[in-house]
């Protein structure tokens, strides 16, 4: 949901001309309105007293789970032993990844991911392959985060991605017009705005 809507503006503009982005554009619009509507009904069926508009991000990794606040606070539980839930200091988080664990011997190292509302982007946890160096990241719309990786969707329809590169799957420097971004633990998926999708890494 707070994807979507950092993203629509991006869509909007390339891929509002074509035909078949528009009907994605629909789509998109329609199930987005549906999940609010969903969303809210399910949390005051709960008890949750607020306001329609209050949004949520979740993101769950192997062992450890983020939860990023209306107020842009994040709150994480579960395994912590690389310092991937040390997130109590992010502010103005829209949303949130956690890095997947492959089965190896690494089992439990994971690291955590936050987009900042201007378009920066924090990372916590297990950094052996630089995979949270995103200190430098700017106009970042999205972000994805894989096994000892993290991608990030720029609001020019441009990928960029830090960490484990052994099989290609950070090899995105070329993509174009992508409106969204999936990362596994060997490789890398984007969607662009025709519908067609592009993709990197171990096959």
């Known amino acids: 949901m707070i994807f979507l809507r950092c993203v629509l503006p991006f869509l909007s503009e390339t891929a ?7 009907v994605f554009l629909d789509y998109i619009n329609k199930k987005e309105r549906e999940r609010d ?17 209050l949004q949520f991000a979740l993101a769950a990794g192997c062992r450890h789970t983020l939860c990023a606040a209306a107020d842009g606070t994040v709150r994480a539980a579960g395994d912590n032993r690389c310092c991937q839930c040390d997130v109590s200091g992010w502010r103005n988080i829209v949303a949130v ?18 987009l900042v509302s ?8 297990w950094n ?12 970042i719309v999205a972000v994805a985060a894989g096994w000892r990786r993290t991608v990030g969707l720029k609001a020019d329809g441009t990928v960029t991605a ?18 969204a971004i999936a ?3 060997w490789h890398t998926v984007g969607l662009k705005a025709d519908g067609t999708a592009v993709a990197a890494g171990n096959n």
């Open 16 to 22: 509002g001309g074509c035909r078949a982005g528009g």
């Open 162 to 179: 830090v960490g484990r590169n052994e099989e290609g799957e950070c090899d995105v420097d070329d993509w174009r017009g992508i409106v």
């Open 97 to 114: 990844a956690a890095g997947n664990v492959h089965t190896a011997p690494n089992t439990g190292n994971a690291h955590s991911v936050g």
């Open 118 to 125: 201007d378009g920066t982007v924090v990372a916590a946890g």
């Open 37 to 53: 509507h969903m969303d809210f009904d399910a949390a005051k069926a709960a008890g949750f007293k607020g306001d329609r508009n």
């Open 128 to 139: 052996r392959h630089g995979q949270c160096d995103v200190g430098g990241w700017r106009g």
């Open 183 to 185: 990362a596994g633990d």
